[in-house]
């Protein structure tokens, strides 16, 4: 990540979670904005472009997923897969938490190789979330 791309890497992040996550008030997410581009600034994040414009990024903490987004308009050409495989070539295990109601989350992941640990209910906004983690096997 250069630091030029911290703009468009926050606009993805609100919109995609406006997006995805239409069962969380707006609200929650405009007011996390000046905290998670401070998190996002101290993170090891992954970012895909074309054309020279970042339209996705994957930010990790060692083998932990923070987050995965694709700007809607690049979703479906294979680019968060691509994020993913990436982060699976370089670790041995991954896991991430992802909100039970993000049903083509869980799809998508699932579909990626990560199978769901455990469930809990996230304190700030009473949702239930998955915890899912994929592990390298002998054959990859």
């Not at 468009?8 to 000046?34: G, Q, R, V």
């Not at 101290?42 to 414009?53: G, M």
């Not at 070539?89 to 991954?94: R, V, Y």
Request: net charge negative; proline share 2%.
């Amino acid at each position: 990540m250069h630091p030029q791309d911290l703009d468009d890497i926050m606009k993805i992040w609100l919109n995609e979670n406006l997006d995805a996550h239409h069962f969380i008030d707006p609200s929650f997410w405009k007011e996390h904005l000046d905290e998670v581009r401070t998190a996002i600034s101290d993170s090891d994040i992954t970012v895909l472009t074309e054309d020279e414009r970042v339209v996705g990024f994957l930010g990790m903490n060692q083998n932990y997923v923070e987050g995965l987004f694709v700007d809607k308009e690049h979703q479906g050409k294979g680019y968060g897969l691509a994020l993913i495989r990436s982060a699976q070539e370089n670790h041995p295990f991954l896991q991430l938490s992802v909100y039970q109601k993000n049903t083509s989350a869980i799809a998508f992941y699932q579909h990626c190789g990560f199978c769901i640990l455990s469930e809990k209910t996230q304190s700030n906004q009473n949702f239930n979330e998955f915890l899912m983690e994929w592990r390298k096997t002998r054959r990859e």
